[in-house]
């Protein structure tokens, strides 16, 4: 059994769930935690992200940097690093790449699924925190346990909505999540599932064994995720990804048409009346205010700019 020193942990989703997990697993003497979120830190954050404040809102921040630098204030002896762009079916293996385990606390389907595939492929074990208005689970992907694609169909769930979730969900589950994270670095014997209700504060501990005729952990196939470019379209905005690093130098000229511009050399936030769309360096575009459509038009339109653009170093 290793030292907790000499491991490398990296998190996907820095949210309600991911931040309230950093808070306690920031602390525990990782040799290296790897923080991964392309979403911006928002006022409608503040009520269940408890890693962040008002402060955090007035200027752009990813949410991914912004955690690192806190940890850092907190632990000294942990490498910190962070990734603020989305994960996706072309980045999500050379991203995990190193990995000694991996938490998913993402907020929707198409992520998780491609998680848990490089995750089983490579043989890195993953622990999955994922709640829903009133509930929460909580599950380890190893051994002869079920993988998320085990427990979620791929092709009913894929494009399923993002939920707020009870304020005190967050950190009951990461409070579960990381006793469960401990008993198995361990090498305990302990639950691998458990059900947690906002209702009563019941919790459950269940045994959920893969499924034979799953073709990610049984048959080891290496299935594609629907990939059509979307993150997520939920009430928070819609997400969407080239994919590729991006001179935002390069194409901010070409986007004066398009509406009001501001920016540096990182994002570039593009305004009009009642809508916005931030658009990073690494070709994550958010949009607040559009219909799906809407967006659907918008990033056919400026998809020859961003390709053409050279990307950054």
Known sequence: ??????????????GALG??????????????????????????????????EIGDTKIINYKADLAKNKLEDINSETRFQSSPFYLTEKNAEETLKGSDIVIDTTDNTKTR?????VCVLKGIPLLEIMAKKKEAMVHMVSGENACFNCLYSASKMIDNECAS?????????????????????NEEIAPKTVLISADGFNVSRLKIKRLETCDVCSKRRDIKVKENGFIQVCGGGIKFSFSRRVMLHDVYSKL??????????????????????????????????????????????????????????
């Open 256 to 313: 004066v048409e398009y509406g009001e511009l501001e920016g540096d050399n990182n994002y570039i936030i593009l305004r009009n009346p009642g809508r916005s769309v931030l658009i990073s360096d690494y070709g994550d575009l958010l949009f607040t205010g559009y219909e799906l459509e809407e967006a659907k038009k918008f990033i056919e339109s400026i998809k020859p700019i961003i390709l053409a653009s050279q990307p950054s170093p």
């Open 165 to 185: 979730i009870d304020p005190s969900l967050p950190p009951i589950s990461a409070g579960v999540a990381l006793n469960m994270l401990l008993s198995f670095l």
């Open 19 to 52: 931040s309230a997990v950093l808070q306690l697993i920031g602390r525990l003497g990782f040799g290296e935690i790897h923080i991964i979120d392309g979403d911006i830190v928002t006022e409608s954050n503040l009520r269940t992200q408890v890693l962040f």
């Open 1 to 14: 059994m290793r030292k907790i020193s000499e491991l490398r942990l990296a998190l996907v989703g820095c």
């Open 113 to 117: 699924l491609t998680v848990n595939k």
